[in-house]
């Protein structure tokens, strides 16, 4: 079973540009709106609407609230999303290729650091 947004979520997320470095993806939803648990690599996120989301994984939620350009670093990680906000969410994703350095102290959704 595949773990990549753009395969397990297609009507949600996009590839838009891809090298051998990177890749980027637009993601694109509605209130109400949930995507199936995928994998993203080391990310930034670059939010283009503000958004309020529920991140989920291994019985751990955070709710993530980003206005419009407030980029943010993305640590390597599985988890599934949903929209509980109001409002669309528009965002791109601009994923590393590079071997991550997974931390243990890694945190779940993007983080200012």
Do not use: C
Request: charged share 30%.
């Amino acid at each position: 079973m595949s773990s990549d947004p753009a395969v397990v979520d297609p009507e949600l997320y996009r590839v838009v540009f891809e090298n051998d470095r990177v890749r980027v993806l637009e993601y694109r939803d509605k209130p109400g709106d949930r995507t199936h648990p995928h994998r993203h690599p080391d990310s930034v996120l670059y939010p283009l609407s503000s958004f309020r989301r529920r991140i989920s994984a291994d019985g751990r939620d955070v709710e993530v609230v980003l206005a419009p350009g407030q980029v943010r670093w993305l640590d390597a990680q599985e988890h599934a999303g949903e929209n509980i906000g109001d409002t669309e969410t528009h965002a791109l994703f601009v994923e590393l290729k590079e071997p991550s350095a997974r931390r243990p102290d890694a945190t779940l959704g993007p983080s200012a650091h």
